[in-house]
């Protein structure tokens, strides 16, 4: 059986150090109580799980910009990218992708090409599935740039919760879609910007899987879609 296929996934090594911390409060837990003991197990399991680090299909063709998260599209609108990535001062579509603490946080490269800039900014740990959390959020961003020229962001934003945001990469950095580059400790969300004129294939309460689920594909004439909930 592959091992997508199984409830066990592998583990990113960023959590090794939480699952053993845990482990340990589990056995002090156990030598205090019982029932406090199989409540560290669980909480225990959760934490291997959370830092689950599943393989993904990425789709190939050139053109298609996935997911960077695992979780639910919370908002689709207009919005300027973030300052410290010097890109032009421009309205464009924002894509928000709400990852809840039961999603895998392993965060995956939207599309192909070189990391053209790196921006951290400090900032408040409001709800992440709020609108202002784009702005008043600690937040890490990164500029995408694609052979053909064309920029995209996307945006690493920290929540109620989360309290970490790492990032593996560097400027100057070469990626391919769906390479891994960064995860986000205990919930939070991943903002997309598109290029202008690209129309987000996705609607608002659609569940993504990172590096799996396309989000736009430039070379679509279609326009921004609509869905029926139920």
Not at 212 to 221: G, K, N, P
Request: aromatic share 10%; glycine share 8%.
């Amino acid at each position: 059986m592959r091992m997508r296929d199984t409830f066990i996934k592998p583990m990113h090594p960023e959590g090794r150090k939480f699952v053993a911390i845990f482990a340990a409060i589990t056995f002090v837990l156990f030598l205090i109580a019982e029932f406090l003991g199989w409540i560290g197990v669980g909480l225990t399991v959760w934490c291997y799980y959370f830092f689950r680090d599943p393989k993904r299909a990425t789709p190939a063709r050139e053109g298609l910009l996935v997911s960077p998260a695992d979780g639910v599209v919370s908002l689709i609108e207009k919005a300027v990218p973030p300052a410290e990535l010097g890109m032009e001062d421009k309205a464009l579509t924002r894509v928000s992708v709400f990852m809840s603490v039961f999603n895998c946080h392993v965060n995956r490269t939207p599309i192909a090409g070189k990391v053209a800039a790196i921006g951290y900014r400090p900032g408040k740990f409001l709800n992440a599935s709020l609108d202002k959390a784009s702005v008043d959020n600690e937040r890490n961003s990164l500029c995408i740039e694609m052979a053909d020229g064309r920029q995209i962001a996307v945006v690493q934003i920290a929540g109620l919760v989360a309290r970490r945001i790492v990032c593996f990469v560097s400027k100057g950095q070469r990626m391919q879609t769906g390479e891994r580059f960064g995860l986000i400790r205990f919930g939070s969300r991943l903002d997309v910007y598109l290029p202008e004129g690209v129309e987000p294939m996705v609607s608002l309460g659609q569940t993504m899987v990172a590096g799996e689920s396309v989000i736009a594909d430039f070379a679509s004439q279609e326009s921004a879609r609509i869905a029926r909930v139920g």
